[in-house]
């Protein structure tokens, strides 16, 4: 079983930067792509970006396409979504997820057989 945990939400201005977190434990050998999903409240759950495991290849929402990066720390493990020139419209509980999909359906939530917590990762611009 493969435990997924996210940091480092919060409260930003427009245009600010934040830098949110995801580390794995338990199983780390069960997935090879992580992902990062967005729920605005009223709306539905959205990918925001995605990384294989080995760091090589990523992907972005159209909406976050040169303000987000995502990376994946191999040595340690965690993969972070740096978010900048934060907009209001990136307010949202952020969820990192993680499986065995292909890069191209990374943004596809039935991609995933791993969640995390979310609701302590809330980002508000």
């Known amino acids: 079983q493969l435990q997924l945990v996210e940091s480092g939400g919060g409260l930003v201005q427009p245009g600010g930067s934040l830098r949110l977190s995801c580390a794995a434990s338990?199983?780390?050998?069960?997935?090879?792509?992580i992902g990062w999903f967005r729920q605005a409240p009223g709306k539905e759950r959205e990918g925001v970006s995605g990384?294989?495991?080995?760091?090589?290849?990523?992907k972005y929402a159209d909406s976050t396409k040169g303000r987000f990066t995502i990376s994946i720390d191999n040595a340690k493990n965690p993969v972070y979504l740096q978010m900048n020139i934060l907009k209001p419209a990136d307010t949202a509980v952020y969820y990192c997820?993680?499986?065995?999909?292909?890069?191209?359906?990374?943004?596809?939530?039935?991609?995933?057989?791993?969640w995390g917590q979310g609701p302590q990762d809330t980002v508000s611009s």
């Open positions: 990384i294989s495991r080995s760091g090589v290849a990523t």
């Open positions: 997820a993680a499986g065995s999909a292909y890069i191209s359906r990374c943004a596809l939530a039935s991609s995933y057989n791993y």
């Open positions: 338990g199983f780390t050998l069960d997935y090879s792509v």
